[in-house]
């Protein structure tokens, strides 16, 4: 189990020696770093931190190198976590009626380049189930109708609290998470959006920059917040379009962007390398 | 002069026949195509064409191509332009106190790698002189006062008149153009934003984007109109940024970008590649 | 059906006229052009031309166009196809283990992204079986056995004749075909290879890549000749790679490389806006 | 001066608390990490690290800062440099008759965007004289005869002992450096080569990019070694070309690409982001 680490993951004030009373606490028990990377913000004054550490030179447990990090947590006011690559995240999916995402980490997931479980997908169109469930994953229908929105968006929290969601992916869902939805599952919700925030923010970004004659295209995967479009923002990208691309031919070639932002902020989720501070991202790749 | 060619730049209601009728034109004199992009747009109707022709094929001059295509004009309603590679376009370059895009162009003209005449540089600051100089380019300084900016503009408006600019490219000129040389100048004067329109219009657009905590930066190359930041855009492009970069990082990182896009735009408006129909460009790249 | 086009697709020696003459063909049929390219190479002195009519603008169809077209066929030594975009053409996939472009490629054809028909998809191994039949699409596992690889090739060869394939698709199909078969099949076998040729042809590029430290991997699509990689490029594109990936994450990270690519390179070929002339393809997009 | 710090960057055979013993050293004299990144390399089972220390925060400076660490060296194998950033590195330019490079660099330096003193420029040719002498430095002309080359490089080697050179950077300098000033100067010499190494090493990159009919070109930034164009790549980068573009337009446009790759790989380089183990590097960016 070489692959086996510990990740530690922390944000503080920022302050002489938090590198090193952390370095200390692993290195006295045995600890092995492979990888870490500090940031200092300059202007928030706010230190961040994630430190690999091979499981197997330690004597314990993730939870045991937990509490022997919390013996600093008052005094350098640390918001500290440590994750175990052998505990998976769990990963709900939320999508509509297009396939390109869902599809798109569906076979990344099979062919193991996802390193996360899947226990369902939900979605608010039938569309989807077969081939869901040709991957083995159980399919939730749960229509979110304009008469009683609430109704559903239940039925939804239901479902993710019941299969133990580490984090929310939205895969061109189409619907808008209610606020208080969004409250309980802060920073555990991943969109993508399809332009380049904060362009075209809102509906149909396509027909926008297709009026405004832009040149690139572009998608954002972020944080669902209870601002629309304006959570923190962890990978954008765009390509080039020209004069003879119609908006179907953006809507196209803008699912290529979609889907690749998405996967590739995903990864950077599930190997514990985003910290959000504020509206923005700290993402350690 | 095997690269000496003609261009016909022309675009006219889109219908039947078009691109024959002006082929017999050419072909009847004897005309040897080198390359031609036709683009027929759906939503407007419209129709866009750009040739070029190897001149020692016609036994007459561009001025004389142009005579010929005129018997089509009304009965197509062509827009026409038929240019003259002999005849390098004249750009009056615009700066201010910066010097990446200067310096840069000014590099590729002096290498042969824009195909141009540069009569003059114009700027609201003196200190470029030198290096333009350097380059044996006459260097007018004409401050903008804040309490008479009018003063200023006509003499910048009496400069490019005196040099017979085709053309005014604004290579990180701060000062905002008045209205009316807009107009007088319209589809002549190529801006460079230092943002990825219509992300982060107007000032500081870098300030803006650090904020909104991007992970993409990006310039816009576009034909100056009457409403800021709104014109026609000719070219764009982005680079990614990190959590580590602050405001200086990024206006630096920006240059980079700044640089690149409005030498690449300038291109194609000088091989007459770019063409503009309502707020938007056809530009046979 | 409006957007029902026939595509004129040519390519002869270099002379005055040929637009002309083929733009009188169409338009004295009332034909009418959407689009059209044209290119003059200097070094071969050659000409290719692309040129989409709208189908319901000529009184005839895609063969009769071709036939009036065939009379300058002699007079200009003309390479001649008409395409008629109401007969998508029929492409084979072939597959092995991997499923990345594969899975790709069958949702951009399940969501209308990809206009063809997929008669069939070949493998050497069973694995995608399901996938393949879930997707509505007859799915045939032909091993190709080391020591009789002529018999293997042979069935492949039937197959694909039987389904009457216009192009075949080698979706990261593992093994070498025969030179009879590419040479039955000239410029009709799309291949993916997983570098920026000619960087690490051959076996294992990744590996190769990882042994060079190079900071970018790439992917490249590619008609099949008899020379191993070193038929003509239709698209590539390249990747960013750091220190910190080992050569399972080059891998992973250059799948999507190689479906971005071939979704790319396979439809610039559906378009028809791919010509081949020697060792290299002009592709008008 | 609230940007200066020290940078310590090593590396050493991998083992438990390389990051603790380091950081100890640090923030026992109570020294302010601003920024980190340490890497462990599992197939040479070897480690990286980079950190940048507040000069402010240590009652002293790099010499003593480094003095101390050297304790460690013993007991943990170090490579040890400690730099400071108040020292900013001296940085021979080398150019031969092409002014793109070097113009943009030298902007660049004007400008401040690149934190190094360039004590001269040597050139095996004397175009570029009158502008490096505008921007205040030091120009010498050695030519490079073909019947003695050794006489040149002499001098060279002497002018770069003379002007106290931490680095050196052909800025499309066309000459071969000797085996022997290579190996005195290791690691110290950066050369930009105009393709995507290691495609089309040697002579003629874009004259080989052109038989091949490649859609992308690029260029790789690297430590100069014996062994022509085998260097470690500290960067790399590619621009997509297409069929339209001559030999001349991928010279003119591979330019760019190299201009933006040399800087960006000599900042990496200056900020001390590039260590190297055996033919890579680790580039903490």
Redesign the interface.
Known sequence: M?NHTFRIVLDCP????????V??V??NN?????????????DSNWFFSRIEVKAD?LPFGAKELKSKLESLRDELSLNLEVLDTAQPKRVVLMASK???CL??LL??W??G?LECDIPCVISNHDDMR??VE?YGIPFFHVPIKADNKQAGFDEVERLIMEHEADCVVLARYMQIIPETLCQKLKHKVINIHHS?????IGAKPYHQAAR?????I?ATCHYVTEELDEG???????THV???E?IEDLV?RG??VEK?VL?RGLRAHLEDRVLVHG?????F?
Chains 1, 2, 3, 4 share one sequence.
């Not at 405004?212 to 690139?216: A, N, Q, T």
């Open positions: 070489s920022d302050q002489v020696g938090i590198v090193t009373r370095g200390e692993i290195t045995g600890g092995w770093i492979t990888e870490a990377a500090h940031h200092s913000d300059e030179s297009g396939s390109h599809s798109d076979d990344r099979k062919s380049d077969s081939l040709w380049f925030l904060p362009s075209f405004r004659g832009v040149k690139l572009g923190p923002i962890i990978d954008q990208d765009v020209s004069h003879r119609t196209r699912k290529d690749t996967a509206n923005k991202t700290i993402v790749n």
